[in-house]
């Protein structure tokens, strides 16, 4: 039996593998894809500094640090359950089974879908498989695209298909809907781009973005939407259809107005050999059911999450979470979360010798930190989010006690 098994091999899995190896702990990564990273691997942008973060090189110095320490890294392996062990976890995987004393699920996110008349077609695809294509495998998506769904993911990686050499013709929003919801609307989505205001090249958007209201922008949002980095924005557009024959010729669309009414009359069709999806994510977190975890649902976090405190414990036995299973937020949380995961289960299997409340208790200060100076933030009230999800961890764990 190994001390710990860590399923995703992303910033949070990594950062927890190094900082519980570091300690002595002798540690297995397992992930489904064929190389380490996770979500690092697509990333590519540039800091407030002028700073270039290329994900492919951060996620290298993850995985030559792990394998340093002695890290065993297991990719391209699937795990299919977990069973609760007197002594530990058990891990049934695609290649083989894993005992350990420790379990840290750092899954990660899922895009959400948006099902839009002709997302069937050759040439649709969600935000994040285009981001792959174009950071991971260099391979443009299409020449000319249009993405639907305005969001801090949609805008953040539309940038990153620019400079893939790719044309975006715009992003617009999707058609008004019981399935899409708030995306649809342009004040809800309005508020998720003045979130992104500090990031604009204009002065004059950063300046807006901090004193403007969602309802009140939305209003004077432009029929023809502004540009960031040339790619024009449009709030107030809707995208009705995908069109084509065999595959992707174009959207059509329509004019709406500041509440999300569909414009009569203002039909047309915008030509593209490509289309981007952009719904959100959402904590990916089934193995954390099939385990047996509580869940919560908390929308500032993105869905339903694994109950679980500041140390990254869920409320079963030796089952830890890190990274976006908790909630939607930048890699350098994810990576800062999983160290805390990593040093409270060194902590917990006496691996951790001097100092060790000290240790974990920095480090839980230095995810706070970074959450706090998060280049992009997913959603609002993340950080009151996540301390009412602690006190519920507690409460919970009153609750079984007094039972």
């Avoid at 350990?100 to 040439?123: F, H």
């Avoid at 443009?140 to 400079?163: F, H, T």
Wanted: charged share 20%; proline share 5%; aromatic share 4%.
């Amino acid at each position: 039996m190994i001390d710990l098994v860590v399923v995703g091999a992303g910033p949070a899995g990594l950062g927890a593998a190094i900082a519980a190896a570091e300690n002595g702990l002798k540690v297995c990564v397992l992930d489904e894809f064929v190389k380490p990273g996770g979500r690092l691997l697509g990333q590519l942008h540039e800091e407030p500094d002028g700073k270039w973060v290329n994900g492919i090189e951060e996620a290298q110095k993850l995985h030559s640090r792990a394998i340093e320490l002695g890290v065993n890294i297991l990719c391209g392996v699937s795990v299919y359950d977990l069973i609760k062990l007197p002594t530990g976890w058990c891990v049934y995987t695609t290649n083989k089974t894993i005992e350990s004393k420790c379990l840290l699920l750092a899954t990660g996110a899922s895009e959400t879908p948006l099902p839009i008349p002709g997302w069937t077609l050759p040439g649709v695809m969600s935000i994040g498989a285009a981001q792959v294509m174009g950071n991971v495998h260099r391979v443009k998506p299409g020449e000319k695209g249009i993405i639907i769904g305005v969001n801090v993911l949609s805008v953040a990686i539309a940038r990153e298909l620019q400079l893939c050499g790719v044309h975006i013709e715009n992003i617009l929003l999707p058609k008004p809907g019981i399935t899409s919801g708030d995306s649809a609307n342009p004040e809800k989505m309005m508020e998720s781009l003045l979130r992104l205001a500090h990031l604009a090249p204009s002065p004059l958007i950063r300046f807006g973005g901090k004193w403007v209201s969602p309802k009140l922008g939305a209003r004077l949002f432009p029929k023809n939407g502004f540009k960031m980095w040339g790619i024009p924005i449009q709030l107030r557009k809707t995208a009705l259809e995908i069109v084509g024959e065999k595959q992707v010729e174009g959207v059509r669309i329509a004019d709406i107005s500041a509440t999300g009414e569909i414009v009569p009359g203002t039909e047309k069709v915008i030509d593209a050999d490509f289309v981007c999806i952009a719904g959100g994510l959402t904590p990916m977190s089934e193995l954390a059911a099939v385990a047996g975890c509580s869940f919560s649902y908390v929308p500032e976090l993105g869905g339903h999450v694994p109950l679980h405190n500041e140390y990254m414990q869920t409320n079963l036995g030796g089952l830890y979470v890190a990274g976006n299973i908790t909630g939607i937020e930048s890699a350098k949380v994810a990576r800062a979360q999983g160290k805390v995961a990593g040093l409270s289960i060194a902590r917990e299997l006496n691996a951790l010798k001097d100092h060790a409340d000290e240790k974990v208790s920095e480090a839980i200060a230095q995810t706070i930190e970074t959450r706090r100076n998060a280049l992009i933030q997913f959603q609002p009230g993340i950080e009151e989010a996540r301390t009412e999800l602690h006190y519920k961890f507690y409460e919970s764990a009153e609750k079984r006690i007094s039972i």
